[in-house]
């Protein structure tokens, strides 16, 4: 009893550009089970293009988010992203130890890097064998702005939680995948798995191939496009539109002329958006299955539309589809929303995993 106080799971915290998303879990054996969740909105210009513009508005909504979900922890796993991270694959000799590597990232970061080094945060994260050439390894590494990071941690400790992990949502995407690969064919093994996360104003594509992250790239689209055009049309606010595109209950036309179209771009965007994987030309193949993730995957027949314009099978994400829920958590709510919780349920194993020093 007292060794589970002693080492409380981090609590994943994903903090976007329109909601708080909040997770914590347990571990037995293999198997996670929630133990308390919590999603809070946020104002319209708390968060913008991923990084926290309002640190105060956004404390607010982080503890409005863990009082409801009446999680007590008080160390977290959060993740950064976007404009202020930069990725990049490069290769290091197979024989050095991660020490070496990590020295010697460090000495030649400034060949990849185009800041400053005191003004970034490096982390990197070893793909495994370059395909030709089994001497050396690929090595993906993220350069991430210290800004950039300092407000995101500000606003998490004006809610009172402390950050142990600061990741990657890249790499957090290929942790969450692990515990979703019952969902896939051959569960990912010997796959090449797309996970396309369609937020409100970045989608991000993240290849996974082996269970193994070997390409990531964002782009600016999402559903606040739609959001917008709701507002626009029906004279509704921010707010309201939001509700209306869960709800429903806006007016006839919405269907034929708002939302369809939408989703025509969407499916679209996503097909344009695979061929830059395609034409980076690695030496994996075709992708054989897409999976989408992110709210505004959880428009109806979305993934039945993308199919039809990729010619890819194609699901949508539930990181939740595998694990259990303590009886405080209200499970059935919380299928409506799975496809958005996938950065913070990799968030949330990260932080059942994280070993205590
Ligand atoms: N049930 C739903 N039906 C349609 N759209 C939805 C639904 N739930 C959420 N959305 C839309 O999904 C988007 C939010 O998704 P998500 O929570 O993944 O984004 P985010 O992570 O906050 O954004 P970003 O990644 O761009 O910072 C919003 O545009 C929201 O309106
Ligand atoms: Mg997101």
Same mark, same amino acid.
């Given at each position: =009893?007292?060794?589970? $106080?002693?080492?409380?799971?981090?609590? %994943?915290?994903?903090?976007?550009?329109?909601?708080?998303?909040?997770?914590?879990?347990?571990?037995?054996?293999?198997?996670?089970?929630?133990?308390?969740?919590?999603?809070?909105?946020?104002?319209?210009? /708390?968060?913008?293009?991923? #990084?926290?513009?309002?640190?105060?508005?956004?404390?607010?909504?982080?503890?409005?988010?863990?009082?409801?979900?009446?999680?007590?922890?008080?160390? !977290?796993?959060?993740?950064?992203?976007?404009?202020?991270?930069?990725?990049?694959?490069?290769?290091?000799? /197979?024989?050095?130890?991660?020490?070496? =590597?990590?020295?010697?990232?460090?000495?030649?970061?400034?060949?990849?890097?185009?800041?400053?080094?005191?003004?970034?945060?490096?982390?990197?994260?070893?793909?495994?064998?370059?395909?030709?050439?089994?001497?050396?390894?690929?090595?993906?590494?993220?350069? !991430?702005?210290?800004?950039?990071?300092?407000? $995101?941690?500000?606003?998490?400790?004006?809610? %009172?939680? +402390?950050?142990?992990?600061?990741?990657?949502?890249?790499?957090?995407?290929?942790?969450?995948?692990?515990?979703?690969?019952?969902?896939?064919?051959?569960?990912?093994?010997?796959?090449?798995?797309?996970?396309?996360?369609?937020?409100?104003? =970045?989608?991000?594509?993240?290849?996974?191939? #082996?269970?193994?992250?070997?390409?990531?790239?964002?782009? #600016?689209?999402?559903?606040?496009?739609?959001?917008?055009?709701?507002? &626009?049309?029906?004279?509704?606010?921010?707010?309201?539109?939001?509700?209306?595109? &869960?709800?429903?209950?806006?007016?006839?036309?919405?269907?034929?002329?708002?939302?369809?179209?939408?989703?025509?771009?969407?499916?679209?965007?996503?097909? &344009?958006?695979?061929?830059?994987?395609?034409?980076?030309? %690695?030496?994996?193949?075709?992708?054989?299955?897409?999976?989408?993730?992110?709210? +505004?995957?959880?428009?109806?027949?979305? /993934?039945?539309? +993308?199919?039809?314009?990729?010619?890819?099978?194609?699901?949508?994400?539930?990181?939740?589809?595998?694990?259990?829920?303590?009886?405080?958590? #209200?499970?059935?709510?919380?299928?409506?929303? /799975?496809?958005?919780?996938?950065?913070?349920?990799?968030?949330?194993? $990260?932080?059942?995993?994280?070993?205590?020093?």
């Amino acid at each position: =009893m007292f060794l589970s $106080r002693k080492n409380p799971p981090l609590i %994943g915290l994903d903090i976007s550009s329109t909601s708080v998303k909040l997770m914590e879990l347990s571990k037995t054996g293999s198997s996670y089970r929630i133990e308390g969740i919590g999603v809070e909105p946020l104002p319209a210009n /708390a968060v913008v293009e991923k #990084n926290v513009a309002e640190v105060e508005s956004v404390g607010e909504s982080v503890k409005r988010a863990l009082a409801k979900s009446k999680i007590k922890s008080k160390f !977290c796993a959060i993740a950064v992203s976007g404009s202020s991270v930069i990725t990049k694959k490069i290769t290091m000799p /197979a024989s050095l130890s991660e020490d070496e =590597m990590e020295g010697q990232i460090q000495l030649e970061a400034d060949q990849y890097i185009p800041y400053p080094l005191e003004e970034v945060n490096l982390d990197f994260h070893i793909i495994g064998e370059t395909e030709t050439n089994p001497e050396t390894v690929d090595v993906l590494l993220a350069a !991430c702005r210290s800004e950039n990071v300092d407000d $995101r941690v500000a606003a998490v400790e004006l809610a %009172g939680l +402390t950050p142990k992990i600061v990741d990657i949502e890249a790499y957090t995407v290929e942790t969450v995948f692990s515990a979703m690969a019952s969902q896939m064919p051959d569960e990912g093994m010997d796959k090449t798995i797309a996970i396309v996360d369609i937020g409100a104003t =970045m989608t991000s594509l993240s290849v996974i191939h #082996n269970h193994q992250l070997i390409y990531t790239r964002e782009q #600016n689209f999402g559903g606040k496009q739609l959001t917008e055009e709701i507002m &626009r049309r029906y004279g509704l606010s921010y707010e309201e539109a939001g509700l209306a595109k &869960r709800q429903g209950g806006l007016p006839d036309n919405y269907e034929p002329e708002v939302l369809e179209p939408f989703k025509e771009t969407t499916a679209q965007q996503v097909s &344009r958006f695979l061929q830059f994987f395609y034409s980076a030309g %690695g030496p994996i193949g075709d992708i054989d299955h897409l999976v989408l993730a992110g709210g +505004t995957a959880s428009l109806p027949n979305l /993934a039945e539309l +993308t199919e039809s314009h990729i010619g890819v099978p194609t699901t949508i994400a539930n990181p939740f589809a595998d694990m259990s829920s303590s009886s405080r958590v #209200n499970k059935a709510n919380l299928e409506a929303d /799975a496809p958005s919780f996938l950065i913070a349920a990799g968030l949330a194993i $990260r932080g059942v995993e994280y070993k205590w020093s």
